[in-house]
């Protein structure tokens, strides 16, 4: 039997994962991912227009903004935020659909998305991974050679920012060594399958067993 194999009738948990640019959080959710049986990956919807590469309902769910607003209206978000003039958004059926099939099921998103979840839904867990140090961090974006000198200091200025959220977060993961961030995200995913809300519908089950 695989080692990340959910116990039968245990609930699926909600595990949140931010970081700031450049710590290598895409790269880790990859690795993660392929090393987690159980674990799926919830999709967005976006105001944006699909990239060439993109699939609508793999990517994302590219929706108008007059659908995506409407769906604002009716509270069917459980985070969502204006980015660059496009919105973006975490649906709650999606959530819920993956946990009420045993599923655990990872949201990628920012530390202001991190508070809406955590508003909504107190028993996500959280981790937040972060660089060795800001001067590896800077060393990383600037390695990439994918931005522009004024973009790399404005991701960087947002990291200083985003850092200081730290204590909101359950867990903390120091991306120093790629294997071994692997390694402790894999073990926080593990963790959240005991946890009492998921195991609570099994353990009912246990306790009407004893009768009395």
């Given at each position: 039997?695989?080692?990340?194999?959910?116990?039968p009738?245990?609930?699926?948990?909600?595990i949140?994962?931010?970081?700031?640019?450049?710590?290598g959080k895409?790269?880790?959710?990859?690795?993660l991912?392929?090393a987690?049986?159980?674990?799926?990956?919830?999709?967005s919807?976006?105001?944006?227009?699909?990239?060439?590469t993109?699939?609508?309902g793999?990517d994302?769910?590219?929706?108008?903004?007059?659908?995506?607003?409407?769906?604002v209206s009716r509270g069917e978000?459980?985070?969502?935020?204006?980015?660059?003039?496009h919105?973006?958004?975490?649906?709650?059926?999606?959530?819920?659909?993956a946990?009420?099939?045993?599923?655990?099921i990872l949201?990628?998103?920012?530390?202001k998305?991190?508070?809406?979840v955590?508003?909504?839904?107190?028993e996500a867990?959280?981790?937040?991974?972060?660089?060795?140090?800001?001067?590896e961090?800077?060393?990383?974006?600037?390695?990439?050679?994918?931005d522009?000198?004024e973009?790399?200091e404005?991701?960087l200025?947002?990291a200083?920012?985003e850092?200081a959220?730290?204590?909101?977060y359950?867990y903390?993961v120091?991306n120093?060594?790629?294997?071994g961030?692997?390694q402790?995200?894999?073990a926080?995913v593990?963790?959240a399958?005991?946890?009492r809300?998921?195991?609570?519908?099994r353990v009912e089950?246990?306790?009407?067993?004893?009768?009395?």
């Amino acid at each position: 039997m695989a080692k990340d194999r959910k116990t039968p009738a245990a609930r699926g948990s909600i595990i949140v994962i931010s970081a700031p640019s450049g710590a290598g959080k895409s790269t880790l959710i990859k690795r993660l991912m392929a090393a987690s049986p159980g674990l799926s990956f919830s999709v967005s919807y976006t105001t944006r227009a699909p990239r060439a590469t993109e699939k609508n309902g793999r990517d994302y769910f590219f929706v108008s903004r007059k659908v995506f607003e409407r769906m604002v209206s009716r509270g069917e978000f459980v985070e969502w935020a204006d980015v660059y003039g496009h919105l973006y958004g975490t649906a709650h059926k999606q959530l819920q659909t993956a946990q009420e099939a045993g599923q655990d099921i990872l949201l990628d998103i920012d530390v202001k998305g991190h508070q809406q979840v955590r508003q909504r839904l107190p028993e996500a867990v959280s981790v937040f991974i972060l660089p060795p140090s800001f001067a590896e961090l800077s060393r990383r974006l600037r390695d990439r050679h994918s931005d522009a000198p004024e973009e790399i200091e404005r991701r960087l200025q947002t990291a200083r920012e985003e850092i200081a959220h730290w204590p909101e977060y359950d867990y903390l993961v120091v991306n120093d060594h790629l294997q071994g961030a692997t390694q402790a995200l894999r073990a926080i995913v593990r963790a959240a399958r005991f946890r009492r809300p998921s195991q609570a519908g099994r353990v009912e089950k246990i306790i009407g067993t004893f009768g009395g």
